[in-house]
């Protein structure tokens, strides 16, 4: 699986932004997709994470209500749409998949798209 991530930028707090994850791959149906953001000096944390077949995602409280991830199946193509910004979402976001499961952790995912830099000014 290759990912590749793009739409980054630079955004004011309280805006939105929609970042995109193309995927390369024969099928994604039994795979987790996930977005992970690491900021300077940060461990990397997860943001939020989708289940190809069936669609069902999980967000942590850090993100919940503001962040959504949707995926189109024909496309392979996974977005990550962030409303109600706040300079602490700054970050580098990568996205990354994971094979019969649906890890919470970084450890857990084997294929990673290169960064997209989201910097939110206050």
């Known amino acids: 699986v290759q990912l590749q991530a793009s739409g980054g930028g630079l955004v004011q707090a309280g805006g939105s932004l929609r970042l995109s994850c193309a995927a390369s791959?024969?099928?994604?149906?039994?795979?987790?997709v996930a977005w992970f953001r690491q900021a300077p000096g940060k461990e990397r944390e997860l943001v939020g994470v989708?289940?190809?077949?069936?669609?069902?995602?999980y967000y942590p409280d850090s993100v919940r209500g503001r962040f959504t991830i949707s995926r189109d199946n024909t496309k392979k193509t996974m977005w990550l749409q962030m409303n109600s910004l706040k300079p602490e979402d700054t970050a580098v976001y990568y996205c990354?998949?994971?094979?019969?499961?649906?890890?919470?952790?970084?450890?857990?995912?084997?294929?990673w798209g290169q960064g997209t830099l989201v910097t939110v000014s206050s």
């Open positions: 989708i289940r190809w077949a069936g669609g069902s995602t």
């Open positions: 990354a998949a994971a094979y019969a499961s649906r890890p919470l952790s970084s450890s857990g995912y084997h294929y």
């Open positions: 791959a024969r099928t994604l149906s039994n795979y987790a």
